[in-house]
Structure formats: C-alpha cells, structure tokens
C-alpha cells in the first residue's frame, strides 16, 4: 500500500515541477464546467487533462473488496428506538439541511424520505467539490443546522468541560438514538481511551454502515462523513471524537472523548478505494490532485512575495523601508480560479 501511495504522489509531484495546472474533468450533471482558458494555459491545461484521465496500476491492485452483496441487511427494516416515525422526520430534515448547502441542481429529484437521495446528493457535492475541504466544511455545517445556534457551544460549557466522561456517554447514546437510520444497526459499547482508561458506554460500533454501504465509496465516506463529523463534535460541541471505519466489514468505531490521530487520519484519508465504487476511484484522484497543486502553488506564493520584498533606501532619512508585492504567483491565482476558490488553502489532516 506505501509503494502504491508514493508512486501516485511521485507523479502528483512531477506534474507540479512542470508547472502543469489542475483542469476540470466531467462527472455525470454535476460535473464542475471548464472555465474560459487563456492561449497560454491551453497546453498546460491539456497535459493535466491526459493525467488525470490516466488510471493508477499500483492503485488498481490496492482495492477493497469489501463484505458480500449477498449478506447486505436489509436497511429498511432496521428501525430506531423511537420507531419508524421519529427515523423518517430524522432522515426528511438531514436531506433538506444537506441540500441547503449545495447549488440547487445538485440536489436528487427523489422524495425527501428516499435514502438513496441523500446517497446521491453527497455523491454529487464530492464531485462538484475538488478541494475536499469545501466538501468537509459543507458536511459539518450541515450537521449544525441540526441543532438550535446556541446549542453546540452551551453543550460545551456546560457538559463537554466539567463533564467529559458523562458528555461522552451522552453522545453515544444519542447518535445510536438518532443516527441508527442513517448507519443502520447499532450498539453502544465500551472503548479504550488515550490514557489507557477503559470508556465505559463511550463508545458507538456500527455493525455495517449503511451509508458506507449505499455509497460504495471510501472517499464520499471520509470527506462527508468521518472528518466533518470529527470536527463537529470537537470543534462546535467540544468533545474530541474519533471514527474508526473498517472498509473490510463496513464496521465503524467512534469513540467520544477519544482525540483523533494524526497518522490515523491521514492513513484514512489514503484508504484503496472500493471495489465497487461507481466514480472507479476518480474521486480521490481529483481530491489529491488538487490538494497536491494548491499546496505546491501557495508555497510557490509565498516565495515570491518573499522575494519581492526588498529593503530600499527612503529618501527623507539614512534608515530603509521595507516595500513588498502584492503580487501573487500566476499558477495559484489560475488554480483558484479554475476551482471557483477564491479562499484556497493548505490542507491539515482532518481540517
């Protein structure tokens, strides 16, 4: 798996020392629309075009088959502790308030209580969002706009810091309460925390994702669900969690009051993709490769505002005046433009 990933960022990385920039590449009618290109741009544009386009052999032998078809559950009849009723208001508000953070016509036609409409509008969002942070940060705002604005932060002060463990344990309780018709079945159980301590009902395992499942995709599962998630709980109602999807069974572990691993998170940023996933691993091709140019290009930025500034003598004293430029480099301004980011930026491990 190491070998897989290094050659894939070694052609990632030879693509930027060439000074290639990212294009835009068709996904189905929600695809992001190639932008207006300059004369210069042109050939740039369409070698990145025959990289993207080209399939990873390492990648190829790295996919994950994942549980058999045959065993799925049926879904559908897994129901909630409050019933049937309570799983389908659940499921009505989470697709509208998801919907609510996309372009109107990324949105599914089904029923608002139709699964398979939320399973296409995330699919659809990780598609039209190159930079998975944008996709991230609409993930997670949609799970605040769950709750009233006061909430998160109250819930903060006045459990997740005095009470951690009972926070926790509330937590737990609550997404198996809520979340069982999103994830399907089930069970609160213990975990074990940094220090070593055993969380007593901490904890949240999810038998077999239904969302996982539906989506049939790693990355849809990463950028719309376990990292947004993560920063929800930490950084809105101030309680660390961590999600531990095991793309084998379709299992998930979260473990409230657990503060999430560095390493861990990046090595699940770089999981294989599924064997049966529909987008055939483009996603995460389009996913690194921006992530790639537009850490390459802001550091090309910064060195050139930096070599722009330079010490020059004033004219009304013996002492010098700093004049910096406000120039940035052309191949970061031509990659924001051409992802419609005007606010790009570097990306941290579960930002």
């Given at each position: 798996?190491?070998?897989?990933?290094?050659?894939?960022?070694?052609?990632?990385?030879?693509?930027?020392?060439?000074?290639?920039?990212?294009?835009?590449?068709?996904?189905?009618?929600?695809?992001?629309?190639?932008?207006?290109?300059?004369?210069?741009?042109?050939?740039s544009?369409?070698?990145?075009?025959t990289?993207?386009?080209?399939?990873?052999?390492?990648?190829?032998?790295?996919?994950?088959?994942?549980p058999?078809?045959?065993?799925?559950?049926?879904?559908?009849?897994?129901?909630?502790?409050?019933?049937?009723?309570?799983?389908?208001?659940?499921?009505?508000?989470?697709?509208?308030?998801?919907?609510?953070?996309?372009?109107?016509?990324?949105?599914?036609?089904?029923?608002?209580?139709?699964?398979?409409?939320?399973?296409?509008?995330?699919?659809?969002?990780?598609?039209?969002?190159?930079?998975?942070?944008?996709?991230?940060?609409r993930?997670?705002?949609?799970?605040?706009?769950?709750?009233?604005?006061?909430?998160?932060?109250?819930?903060?002060?006045l459990?997740?810091?005095?009470?951690?463990?009972?926070?926790?344990?509330m937590?737990?309780?609550?997404?198996?309460?809520?979340g069982?018709?999103?994830?399907?079945?089930c069970?609160?159980?213990?975990?074990?925390?940094?220090?070593?301590?055993?969380?007593?009902?901490?904890?949240?395992?999810?038998?077999?994702?239904?969302?996982l499942?539906?989506?049939?995709?790693?990355?849809?599962?990463?950028?719309?669900?376990?990292?947004?998630?993560?920063?929800?709980?930490?950084?809105?109602?101030?309680?660390?969690?961590?999600?531990?999807?095991?793309?084998?069974?379709?299992?998930?572990?979260?473990?409230?009051?657990?503060?999430?691993?560095?390493?861990?998170?990046?090595?699940?940023?770089?999981?294989?993709?599924?064997?049966?996933?529909?987008a055939?691993?483009?996603?995460?091709?389009?996913?690194?490769?921006?992530?790639?140019?537009?850490?390459?290009?802001?550091?090309?930025?910064?060195?050139?505002?930096?070599?722009?500034?330079?010490?020059?003598?004033?004219?009304?004293?013996?002492?010098?005046?700093?004049i910096?430029?406000?120039?940035?480099?052309?191949?970061?301004?031509?990659?924001?433009?051409?992802?419609?980011?005007?606010d790009?930026?570097?990306?941290?491990?579960?930002?």
């Amino acid at each position: 798996m190491d070998s897989s990933l290094n050659d894939k960022d070694d052609r990632m990385m030879q693509a930027v020392a060439n000074n290639e920039t990212l294009s835009s590449r068709g996904f189905g009618t929600a695809a992001v629309e190639d932008p207006p290109k300059k004369p210069q741009q042109a050939s740039s544009l369409s070698s990145m075009k025959t990289f993207l386009s080209k399939p990873t052999p390492a990648a190829a032998a790295t996919t994950v088959s994942g549980p058999s078809s045959e065993t799925k559950p049926v879904y559908e009849d897994i129901v909630g502790p409050l019933g049937k009723w309570m799983d389908t208001v659940f499921m009505v508000v989470f697709r509208y308030q998801l919907a609510q953070q996309v372009p109107k016509e990324l949105d599914s036609n089904r029923p608002l209580n139709d699964y398979q409409g939320i399973v296409e509008l995330a699919a659809r969002m990780n598609r039209r969002f190159r930079d998975r942070t944008k996709v991230q940060q609409r993930a997670q705002e949609t799970l605040r706009s769950l709750f009233p604005s006061w909430l998160p932060k109250q819930y903060a002060i006045l459990f997740s810091q005095p009470f951690p463990a009972f926070a926790a344990r509330m937590n737990a309780w609550a997404t198996y309460v809520a979340g069982t018709w999103l994830m399907g079945e089930c069970q609160v159980n213990d975990i074990v925390l940094d220090n070593g301590d055993i969380g007593k009902h901490q904890g949240l395992l999810v038998k077999r994702c239904r969302f996982l499942e539906e989506s049939q995709c790693a990355s849809v599962c990463v950028n719309s669900c376990k990292i947004p998630t993560q920063n929800f709980f930490l950084q809105d109602m101030g309680l660390p969690l961590t999600m531990e999807p095991n793309y084998d069974t379709f299992e998930c572990q979260f473990s409230f009051g657990k503060a999430p691993n560095v390493e861990a998170e990046r090595l699940a940023q770089s999981t294989p993709c599924l064997m049966r996933c529909p987008a055939a691993g483009s996603l995460r091709q389009e996913h690194d490769a921006f992530f790639f140019f537009a850490k390459q290009t802001k550091q090309k930025s910064s060195e050139t505002a930096a070599a722009a500034t330079v010490p020059v003598a004033s004219s009304s004293s013996s002492s010098t005046t700093t004049i910096s430029s406000s120039v940035s480099s052309p191949q970061a301004v031509s990659v924001c433009n051409m992802m419609g980011n005007t606010d790009y930026k570097d990306e941290e491990a579960y930002q």
